[in-house]
Structures are given as structure tokens and as C-alpha cells.
T-cell receptor
Framework: KAGVTQTPRYLIKTRGQQVTLSCSPI?????VSWYQQTPGQGLQFLFE???????NKGNFPGRFSGRQFSNSRSEMNVSTLELGDSALYLC?????????????FGEGSRLTVL | LAKTTQPISMDSYEGQEVNITCSHN???????ITWYQQFPSQGPRFIIQ???TKVTNEVASLFIPADRKSSTLSLPRVSLSDTAVYYC?????????????FGDGTTLTVKP
């Protein structure tokens, strides 16, 4: 069974640009959540999607957005990049229904903003 | 979601048993305790989950006292490859599985 796949694994952008990251969940999983990890702030929740609907949202500015497609694949977008957006962006999938506490994480997309 | 508190770091030696304790004083009735392991530049990996008393799987044991305000992850006979960051989370096993609040984690260093 394939795991969670994130693309691209590494990318470099400059301030002001925008970036789109992609996540393919484990087959059959309907929930996809996104996290930002930085040395200073640790792992922070961005948002969660379930059946194409955003179900939860963390405390991030509107420059951070996401969506989920009918096949459960998800994308997140960051517009007007800032230096502080440099981080490892992690996607996690789960079955999404009651009783599903285990998150399966991908290896992440490491974004560097210059 | 309940806030968790765990030691920032721990050192151990190969072959020893390691116990990492996490406090979660505001845990709610429907919350479960979950532990994850993370290696550098990788996503966290689920280790174990429990509600009360004791849970054991092939890699770890989880001890939860009756008041559930704390929990202890026990790693038997650690090896160098167990050097990682360990996160304790309190998760509502309903619809919020995706909104897990990760604390600072405990950096475990296993020495030869």
C-alpha cells in the first residue's frame, strides 16, 4: 500500500512569489491535513480537508490556502511568500471518520524562500 | 484540545529502557493519548495510542493512570536508531483527528 506522497520534495522561491504543494493521500483515506514545521515554532497545524471541504483551520494568514479534489488529493498554496515561510510542509492523511486517530505523514516539501 | 507538557530532551544508552512522561491535565473524557516519533527531515510516525491503563504493541508500551492526567511512553531496550523526537498528543477520536496539536516534543538521544 503506497504511503502519503508529497511533491515537490524541495523547492526554492524568492520573496513575493507564490508556491503550490501537492499531496496524494493513502488510497481510501478521505482526510488530508497540512502542517508547517520550523525550528522555532515546531509543528503547527495549517488546515484539514475532508471530502473536499475544509473542516478545520489553524492560525495562519489568508496567504495560506488549500483545497481537496474529489479523489482526495490535496494542494496547498502560499501566496506572496515571505522569508518566514521557509519551512518543511507536511501533509498527513487519515480515514477521517470517527475513531481514526492515526495520522500518516508524508516526507514533506521543504520550501526555502530567499 | 488539551495542552501537553513533556521534557525537552532525554539521554539514554543502548539496551536501556526509556520512559518518557507527558502531562495533560486538561484531558477530556473523549480524548485519546497518542505518541509519534519523528526523525530529521521526515514526517512524524505513529507509535502507539491509548485511552486508559496499559497498551502494548511491538515497539512500545503506553501507561496511563486512572486519572489520565499523564501518560508514559516506554521504549524497551533502545538502540541508536531510536534517537528521534517523540511527541505526545491528545486527540479527540471523533472528527478532529486531522487537527492534532503537537507540542515541542522530547528529543531522545541514545548513546552507544
Amino acid at each position: 500500500k503506497a504511503g502519503v506522497t508529497q511533491t515537490p520534495r524541495y523547492l526554492i522561491k524568492t520573496r513575493g512569489q507564490q508556491v503550490t504543494l501537492s499531496c496524494s493521500p493513502i488510497s481510501g483515506h478521505r482526510s488530508v491535513s497540512w502542517y508547517q514545521q520550523t525550528p522555532g515554532q515546531g509543528l503547527q497545524f495549517l488546515f484539514e480537508y475532508f471530502s473536499e471541504t475544509q473542516r478545520n483551520k489553524g492560525n495562519f494568514p489568508g496567504r495560506f490556502s488549500g483545497r481537496q479534489f474529489s479523489n482526495s488529493r490535496s494542494e496547498m498554496n502560499v501566496s506572496t511568500l515571505e522569508l518566514g515561510d521557509s519551512a518543511l510542509y507536511l501533509c498527513a492523511s487519515s480515514r477521517g471518520g470517527p475513531g481514526t486517530g492515526e495520522l500518516f505523514f508524508g516526507e514533506g516539501s521543504r520550501l526555502t524562500v530567499l | 484540545l488539551a495542552k501537553t507538557t513533556q521534557p525537552i530532551s532525554m539521554d539514554s544508552y543502548e539496551g536501556q529502557e526509556v520512559n518518557i512522561t507527558c502531562s495533560h491535565n486538561n484531558i477530556a473524557t473523549n480524548d485519546y493519548i497518542t505518541w509519534y516519533q519523528q526523525f530529521p527531515s521526515q514526517g512524524p510516525r505513529f507509535i502507539i495510542q491509548g485511552y486508559k491503563t496499559k497498551v502494548t504493541n511491538e515497539v512500545a508500551s503506553l501507561f496511563i493512570p486512572a486519572d489520565r492526567k499523564s501518560s508514559t511512553l516506554s521504549l524497551p531496550r533502545v538502540s541508536l536508531s531510536d534517537t528521534a523526537v517523540y511527541y505526545c498528543l491528545v486527540v479527540l477520536l471523533d472528527t478532529n483527528a486531522g487537527k492534532s496539536t503537537f507540542g515541542d516534543g522530547t528529543t531522545l538521544t541514545v548513546k552507544p
